[in-house]
């Protein structure tokens, strides 16, 4: 069974930095996706980043890109998201899932396996 674990949230001040991590485990399949996604009150939830398991391919959102670092650790089935020079408008509940293609980012459609979230507030 599938469980995907997300932690690192947390409140920091505008201009800080976070590194939210995502640990799955019960995965069977050689290609796969993972991606983070945000909900902020009131607002749909969108895909940030996203990184494949084989070849490493990456997605960023606009908002995302020149602030946001997606990577993992292979060994230890975890994806890293460090987020620089965050902004209060980052504020949200961020998401870990795993799906099967990062076409469809920042949508959520196919992504089958979600965390519980993890909250981010950044705030002075």
């Known amino acids: 069974q599938v469980q995907i674990v997300e932690s690192g949230g947390g409140l920091v001040q505008p201009g800080g930095s976070l590194t939210l991590s995502c640990a799955a485990s019960g995965i069977t399949w050689d290609y796969y996706v993972i991606g983070w996604f945000r909900q902020a009150p009131g607002k749909e939830r969108e895909g940030v980043s996203g990184i494949s398991s084989i070849d490493g391919n990456t997605y960023y959102a606009d908002s995302a890109k020149g602030r946001f670092t997606i990577s993992r650790d292979k060994a230890k089935n975890t994806v890293y998201l460090t987020m620089n020079t965050l902004e209060p408008e980052d504020t949200a509940v961020y998401y870990c899932?795993?799906?099967?293609?990062?076409?469809?980012?920042?949508?959520?459609?196919?992504?089958?396996?979600w965390g519980q979230g993890t909250q981010v507030t950044v705030s002075s």
């Open positions: 899932a795993l799906g099967w293609t990062l076409a469809t980012m920042p949508y959520a459609d196919g992504f089958d396996y």
